[in-house]
Every structure is written in C-alpha cells, then in structure tokens.
C-alpha cells in the first residue's frame, strides 16, 4: 500500500496524539518527519512512534520533498504563518484549532492555500464524535424537523493556569471555539447574533488575567433557531459535552461518556463512576476519524470535511462573544468582521 | 377533627382540581361552598364533590361567616380584586398564578391583605413537585456548593389557541411565570437582569397575536449566577419540564416524569414511553402538597410557604423579559419595577 | 351517587390502608363498618376515615344487611373460613393474598364463593401497578412476539422477623406468592414445573426458623417459555421489583421506582436516592386500583380481574416450589395438586 | 524497543483480529509469521497487516527459532494438540477457547504447558473488559460485600448456521462458555453445581443437530451464592451482555454499551439507537487488552491473568451443564470431572 507521507510541527500534547494515531490507527498514512522548537521533544516522539526524521526547524521540514503533508500542532500564534508557509511549499495542511486570533491573518492564511490549491482541514476533530455525528445525522435526516432551540453545554473538569488562559487569546478563543463550531455544524445554519453573560465563578486569577470562567452565550441562528452555550472551566465531576436540539418534529440530547456501564446501589445511594475525565478520553476516536478523513481527502482528493472557512467563522463568533461580554449587549457578527 | 372550611371562588378546570383535592385527600378541611361566574359549572363541581353550597356570587360566598378561607380560581383579571375583598372579609386567601399584570393592582392587593392579617399563598405548585423540592434542598443543604449556572427546561406540549395566547397577557405572564418562580426558589436568590431571545416558531397565529411561542431567558441572579429559561409552546413528545444547576461542588438535574419505568427493545430501536403529557398528570401531587401547605398554615398560623411577594416579583420578571424581547437588550428588573 | 357499602375484616397494617383507600380516593364506594380481633385497632381505623360503625366481631359485621361486600384483611389462617362465611351471608369478596396454605381450605372457599355467585377477587395488586400492566400489554398486542425468556426479581428491603417469616408460611408463600402470580400475569400461561435453589444469606433466624431468606427459583411454562424468579429478604438499597421478558420479536423490561427524578454530580461519583423504599410507597396507586377494580365488578356485575382460581395456583407453585427446595429437583405442579 | 516476536497459527476471524491488535495497537509485539490451513487466508493477513513470513503449516511457523510466542486461533480440534506441539517446541502460547472438548485432552495439553515452564493464557477476553473488570473490583474491593445472587445475561444477536452449532460442541461448550468463565471471574468463586433448563425456540434446525438455543443455568458456588446464566442465540435488538450481583453490602449491574448516547423523542416515542451489535464491536478494547497481557506476562515473566486451569474449568461447567439439560436434574461438577 502507497502510505501518504506526512510531516508533524509540533510535538507537544496534540502533536502526539496525531503522532500516535498515524502510526499505529491509520494504515494508509505514515509520519516522516517531526519537528518541535524543543528538539528533544521531537526525538522523544519520533522514538516513541517509529518516526524516521526529526527536522530542525519547521523550514527544514517543510523543505524536504518527501513530505506530502502537515499536521500543525505548534502554538497558536505560528498556525496562520506555517499555513502561508506550507502552502507555498505545496503540503496539505492539517491545522489545529484556533488559525489564529487575527481575521487578516487567517485571510492570508486561507488565501495563501487556495492559491496554492493545497487542502487544508482545521483540527474540529468534534465533529467526528459518534455523540454529535448522531445529532448531524438527525437533523440533516429531518428526524427531528426544524431546528428551533439549540443547546451545547461545554464544561471542563479544571481550569488550566491562569497565565495559559491569557496568553490562549481567553476563553471564547481557547475553549468556545470547539462550541461555536458545533453551533454551525449540527444546525447546518450560521449564527447571525450573540449576547454573552460570563463571569469568574471558578478562579479568581483568570479574572485578574482578564479573562472570564463560566459564560452563557445566547446564539442567534440565519434560519430563526435559537441558542445557547454553557461554559464552565470547572464542573468537579468532570468532563461535561453534551448537546441538546429541539426541533419541530422531535428532540435530540447526548449524555455524556463513561467508562463503564455498571451502576452500583448501596445502602444510601444509587451511583456510578464518573464520567470520562477529558478531551483525551472522551475525543480519543474522534482525533483518529478527523485525521483519516483528512488523509483520505488527501488521497481521494475531495474537499476537507472542516475547511479553511469552517476555521474562520467561529474566531468571528469568539469577537463576538468577547464584545458582547464587554459591552453587555447583543452583538451581530457582522459587527466584527465578514463571517464568509 | 376540627376542619376548615373553605370556600372556592372559580369551578373551571383548576378549580376543579382544587375541588377534588380538598374533597378526597385532605382531611383538615373541607369545601363548605363553591361560586362560578357560570352557576351551571358551580353546581356541577358541588355534585361531583360533595360540595354542601352553591353561592350566587363571589360576594356572597365571601359573605359566609361559616368561610374561613378561599380559593382563588376565576380568571386572571379578577384575582387582586377579590384578594382585596377577601382580605377585607378576614379570610385566608389561596390565589391561582398570577397575581395580576398590574404591579399597582399586586401592590393593593398585597396591602390589603397585610393589613387584614391574613394569610396569602399564592399558586406555585411547582415548588412542591418532588424533584424541584429535591434540587431546592441539594441547594439549601449545600449538596452542590455555590450555584454558577442554571437552566430551566420548561415546554409545553401544545399551544393553547392564539386568543388565549393574547388574552392571558402573553407567553411570559402565563407560562414563563411558573419558571420565574422556579428561578428564585431554587437558587433563594434574586434576578437582577434578564435577556431574552424569543421568536415565532410554533403557530404563526400566535405571532399575529402579538405573542411569542419560543424562548430563551438569560437571568442574571444578584449572587453572580448565570442561568437560562427555555420554554416552547409545543414539544412534540410532550410536556418537559426539567431543571440543572452547576454549582461549585457538584450538579444536580431531574428528569422527566413517566407513567412507567418500562424499556422495550425491538429490532429498530430501544424505546419507552411518552412522559407524562401535561400539569394535570405530571403535576398532581404538588397540586395536593400545595393546598396542604396553605390548610396547615392557616391552621397552625404559620407563614405560607410561598407569600404576596413571591407572587408579585415573578410578574415584574415577566415584564422585564418581555421588555428585553422587544428591545432586544439586557434590562434591569428595576427599570419596570421594585422588587421588593 | 348510589355507593357500594363495604365492611372491612382486620385493622392491621393493610386494613387500613384500604379502609383509607376507599373512605378517600373511591367515591363509588363508603366503608359502612370494620371490626378487628383487637377492638382499639377498628376503632382507631373508624375514627381515622370516618368509619360510622365498628363491629364486636366479624360474624356481627357480615351480618349487618347493610354491607354488600366485604374486604378481609385479617391473618391468613382466618381467610378460608371468613371466604365462606361472607360467601354463605351473600356478600361480595375481596380477601388478601393468600387466600390459605392448604389446598384444601382453598377449593373449600371458592366453591362456597362459585355456590353462593359472589364475587371473590383476590388482593394480588401488582397486577394493577403501572409498570407491570405495560409489560402485560407488551405481551397481549404482540410488541414483543412470543415469550422466550422471563425473569422476576424481587426482593425486600428488610427480612420480617424470623418468627413471622415461621408462621407465614415461609418466603415461597408469603413473599414469593406475589411473584407467582406475576409469571402466570405477565406471560397469560401456565407454570408447568419449578426448580428451586435456595439458601439463608441474611439472617441465620430466619434458617432456625425453617425457612429461606435467598431464592432462584426457575419456572418452565406451559407454552415452552422459562424464566427465574430472583427473591432476596433484603437488598440494602431497598425494595427492587423488576421484570424483564425476552420475546421473539423484542424484550421490555421495567426499571424500578424513584421519589425523584433527581441526578447528583459530585467530584466522587454521579448518584441519585434510592428507590422508593417498600409496598406502601411502590404499590400505593395499585392499591387503589385494585380496590376500584372490585368496587367496579361488583356494581358492574362483571368478572373480577383477579378470580379464586388466580388465588389457588400460585399457592400450588409455593408447594411445589418448597417441596423442590427440599429434594433439590425439578417439581412438577401436578405433583403437588391440581392447579385448576 | 525490544519487540516480542509472535507466531499466529489460524488467519479466520478471530485470527485477522489478534493480527491487526499486534500490528497496530500493541508497540511491545510483532507478529513475525503466520500460518493456515487455507494459505491464501495466511497470505492476505499478512498483506493487510504487515506480516514478513507466511508458513506453510504450524509444523513450520513452530520450527522458527525468530517465534518466541504463538497465538493459536485454529479450529478447536486442533488447540489442544496444538498446545503440546507449542510447549515442545518452547513457545509461550495464547490459545483461543474453548481448549477442547474433552478433559483427557485438556489435561494432556496443560501438562505439557506444564512441564515446558511457557506461558498459556487462554482467550477469555470478556475478564478484560470494562465493564467486567468493574464488577470483578466491586467485589474484590468489598463494594458491595459478600455476593449473594449472581446474573449473566449474554445473548447473541443472530444464531449461527445450524451445522455451526453442531460442531462446535453446542451452546453449552461454544457460547455459554464465556459466560461459566465470567461466572467464576466476576465471584472469585467455584460453582459446584449446575442445573439446565434449556428449549429450542430460535431455530428449529439447530434442535434437529442436537443442540439448544436458549437456556437458563442455575449456578451454586461454593461459597453459598446462586445465580443465572440467561443465554439465547437471538436476540432481536442485537448484542446482550449484562451482569448484576446482589451482594450483602449492595449491588453492581452492568448495561450494555452503545455506539452512541443520544436519545430521540419523538411524537411517539422515546428512542435510542440499538447496542453494539456483536462482539466485534462489543468486546474490540477487550480483545486489544488481552493481547497486552499475554505479551506483558512473557515479556515481565509472570503468571498469565487468564490460565490454564481458567480453561478446563468452564468446560467442566458446559458438560455438567449439558447433562443436566438431557437428565433434567441438577449435576454436580464433579460428575463430570475433577475442576481442578
């Protein structure tokens, strides 16, 4: 079997698990090189994960002829260049989410690849869940009619230091974003409005970065259907990621994941064991699907399931919700910039 | 035992229901007497009841020293009035909800009846369902620490018919206003603000009633909680009524109602039945604990459980988030009116 | 309203609960007397739900020609012989289960009752609970295909005191009784032969006594099914009553009963409260159902849905299921006695 | 990395599951031959999985001095033989199950594991999954204290073809096996006797082999506890797998798993998706987990979680329970065989 030769930037949290799901769940991919401004994290992956080449630099990787395509996992604030870079070295691109805080700068990114022709998918691996795919699927099927009240409820079971919560551009940017795609991928539709009501409920010190921990975004949707976004960096039993979808035929609602299925029944209390305690246990098949799919687009060469736009709009609805919290008043996306 | 005697004033369908709860579970009082606006309804809830009186007029039924306390049940718009004839009369007063639409019309008639000294209960029988008086006491109890986030899950099964839509003072006052009542309850706190996004999803004619049918209610709570109302005129599956409340500690969230626990599984799906399908049979026991509650207040002259002003701040809710809808912008309860 | 007079037989615990049932939930129907071995215990019974007259004794209350049917609720060795008693003095009966341990003082008692064309309807309630009338309807209309595979599990929150377990009859007649009927309910077939495996598992009394605390007790079925019912004197999570049927064409199965609806998330574990804790709270709507149903036959003049022969069989399947216990074999019924 | 170089002697089914496990999911082993009767099937699982050698019989893969370990999934007849030709030859051994059929030869296979000092872990997968590995903690933990009432509730969704089930030694030896071993895992107990009620109700043709499709085993333990194996060929809804234990200190149930957890309301029904269809999908972590036992017990020199003796025992089981169903009588283990 012809492998699709892919390159890693990156080789922190993320950047392993691709790393790691490349080599050992996707037959028809194998990494080739892997770079990471720490070099000794680059050579830790690539011997952990039978990976070849351990690239100087980002340039050196990109360089080399034998890399098809990248995944970028480095920080935030390189994703829009290293997209301007690639693609003018004619890799297909996987890039993780946010592109960038910047509209301009993920214009230029976005153009930079259309010009080249290159395809690029953003790292919404949510999308890939069997939970949410499920609610895709009813909508998109009619099984539940007209979307008409929309609900997403996104908690994480701690918050991460206070002085990663600034420098990740804030909630709306870091944690949101993953929601504010949702918001558009389970209804199909965009949303038009937000109105933000957010405050420091979890950590005093995120609110002294200037940041928020817990927020209630209200979304307003093109097509009439209204919403909300619950936030919290805290809920003490864990990982919280469900959705909910009321429409004019029936409804649609996930619960959360677990790992196990036995309820135990004592003499004060029927319980189970928490649910599964973060993005690393509960999305785990969810990175994998996402980059088979971009492998496959690659290969196939179709169109990216999540693309460059896909990557766009919710930096727009994170503005959004970011100057709706500031001015406490409904705030249309177009205020803050083109959403297509 | 010595019972009290109490007189009802409305024998529609909640008069009804008050009517027979009185008559067959609660030993402490009986109906001593029972007057409708339609004599014929007033005479047919005796018979069935074993009601002994059948009263021309409020004002005759108020005029019987052999009441002792009485039930409100006509409609809305003659609810102050007759508490303040009630009071005047020195009987205790159950009133259905709401009040009135009138923050003037509440005030006299929570005056009045101050100044009489009698008691005043007003209907919230949703205070008295097992599963809201269960999150209220994992509140109280400190089960799940500080509240942060809470949602209230309130829809109906159907609409009623657009002009009662209108004439009732419109989704908020009607229908809302029972979810209003929940919001301070189970948190004991105040609202401080409201937004509210609602829209015309259901009935059109409705819409052309003036009226919304669809809605979500952002509440600000005075102790910095975050929360939202979600009503709909018509959940397809039925009657939803459900509430969530993260707090600093845990969670707490009920679920539906059934009229049994049974799970079929077939070669297509794994189903149950339908919830309960609406007030009358999701609600019927709050509808007996409440009417309990008021009886035993009176009889051992304590403070109902739900007083004059419980029954007036919900009303000024109403009012701001209709306010809200209409301007689209947060706004203050007191930009319509004090709470207190 | 013509009201059916009914004399009550036995104050004890479930006296009362009926005399309570019908003195406030059944208009159809007035208790015109009651009488109990201990005199205080009727006339506190009478006192509480307006009883106009207590009886010296039971031949005194089926005397009175003011009573049309009676209720017997007295100890079970007393059943038998007031069955044919009441059916000699021309009154409808509703008797509890059991009706005797002897087969017998059995068929004694329903040819008195057949002779004299009273109705006799035995106290089996859980055929009128709301969970397992929906699996009986799963059963009837076909959801579910043909009856495969049949469990029952019950089981107790609290052994009763050894003693009483003695001179109940034991666990098989006394506790498992319900169960019995149940298989021979749900499935509308015949239990043809029964394997017991038994043991004392929660109080070594109860073995000194003579009796089991911990049963299987497999049933095969006329029509080729087989099933288990599960029996366990106490479970420390209190009263567990489930049924589950695997059919050709599907299975259903019921789930156990909750005073709320309630989920608590806490750092430690997601947990709810236990379920409802024994008879009284699981079964209080089939108590009145039942109750209603007799009052119905008997004003309607149509069959009882529980008829003697529905009290006679599963005293058949108590012997043989003991007798199995004893010789650990396979029973036939037709071993112990003919079961119609 | 040293890797443990792995022999696989059978390229079917289950063969083609451990070869994809060992190529991608377990770092610590590689599958350095592989062999089958149908050569072709040898050739296209090493094609798919990166297999070097094919051999040409067991004879040969057994010979190679590269082969530390073999994972025999040929047909039953041949594992026992299989064994004693790993052993002479040295190699660690993972074999499916069932060992075999008869005793004599399992006996003659475990000696010769024995005596050769390799490893034998047999495939009992089910003791590596989740929820199993949860309830086996519940009660070594002392979670729910001493177990009293054990339940196993495996069915298939669909029988296998009629001349399968003969083959295979019958349901008692082909499926229920898995279910005598989770019986004696989930306890920690030895059952000493077994008593079967079993009929043919799926399909006719597989009572004309001789065998049965559905069937109730009562367990006792040794340790005073009872319970059920519940086994059917066809469950309708698809895949069953459920355990519950009432123990003295509480209860532990496991549900099944499902490929998701939405649930959909609709005007007619509450609906979920059906469960995970066989054991493919099931039991994948399970089969994954099991492997990285056996490689962990080679390679760290440690007793194999699920051994040798883990093997005979539940055949022991399936004969007793075979002769109980032909003699309709309960059948002590050691009338069969010794069980250990």
Known sequence: MEQLNVG?????????????????????????????????????????FGIPAVADSAEELLASPEVEAVIICSSTDTHADLIVRAAEAGKHIFCEKPVDHSLEKIDRALEAAARAGVKLQIGFNRRFDANFARVRRAVVEGEIGTPQLVHIISRDPAPPPAEYAAASGGMFL????????MARFLTGDEVEEVYTAAGV?????????????????????????????DNSRKAVY????????????GSIATANCYPNEAVVSTATEIRRDLPLNFFMDRYTESFVEELRAFVRAVVDDTEPLVGGADGRVPVVMALAARKSYEENRPVRLAEVGPTR
């Open 174 to 181: 870091d944690m949101t974003i993953h929601d504010f795609d």
């Open 238 to 249: 864990g990982y919280d990621q469900r959705v909910e979808i009321l429409g004019s035929r």
């Open 8 to 48: 890693i930037i990156g080789a922190g949290r993320i950047g392993r698990v691709h790393a790691e799901t490349l080599a050992f769940r996707i037959p028809e991919a194998r990494v080739a090189s892997i770079t990471d401004i720490r070099r000794e994290a680059a050579e830790a992956a690539a011997a952990s």
């Open 201 to 229: 409920m979890v950590d005093p010190e995120i609110g002294r970065a200037g940041d928020v921990d817990t927020a209630l975004i209200v979304l307003r949707f093109r097509g009439g259907a209204i919403g909300t976004i």
